[in-house]
């Protein structure tokens, strides 16, 4: 559902404050996040633990859970973000930077009773979303 029937700009977005569920962006539309429900966010938790448990001892990837990243004139909150460990946007003192301007590797959207498969995997891809599609 697009929040807002003004397009706005990229730049007009991210002055935005943070709203929970997350406000995502793309061409122009800003659509809202659907807040998770016990399962979602269970399985959200598990994936990101399994993958970090694995990935970060051998830094080879890192997953964080509903993490903003804009890229691409878009901003979207996957609710996994995955990326490999040679590509994490660090500071010079190795911290990681806070606001992520790079795509993912892997974005996970989980799919709730709610939702449309295909608008998530549209989401997710970067296809271009239609005004009349929901989106989260």
């Given at each position: ?7 706005l ?6 002055d935005l ?8 962006y ?5 659509t809202q996040?659907?807040?998770p429900q016990?399962f979602?966010?269970?399985f959200?938790y598990?994936?990101?633990?399994m ?11 890192m997953?964080l ?5 804009t890229?691409?004139g878009r901003s ?5 973000g995955?990326?490999?460990w ?8 190795g ?8 795509p993912w ?18 989401n997710?891809?970067g ?10």
């Open positions: 559902m697009a929040i807002t029937s003004r397009r700009t990229l730049d007009e977005f991210l404050p943070e709203e929970k569920p997350a406000l995502e793309a061409d122009g539309v800003v996040k659907v807040a016990a979602h966010g269970r959200q598990t994936l990101a633990e993958v970090n448990l694995y990935g970060e001892p051998r830094r080879l990837a997953a859970t509903e993490t903003r990243s890229f691409g979207f909150v996957p609710d996994v995955i990326l490999r040679t590509r994490l946007p660090r500071q010079a003192d911290k990681l930077i806070n606001v992520f301007r790079i590797d892997v974005a996970v959207e989980v799919v709730s009773p709610d939702q449309r498969r295909r608008d998530l995997e549209e997710a891809s296809t271009s979303p239609t005004a009349s599609n929901s989106h989260s």
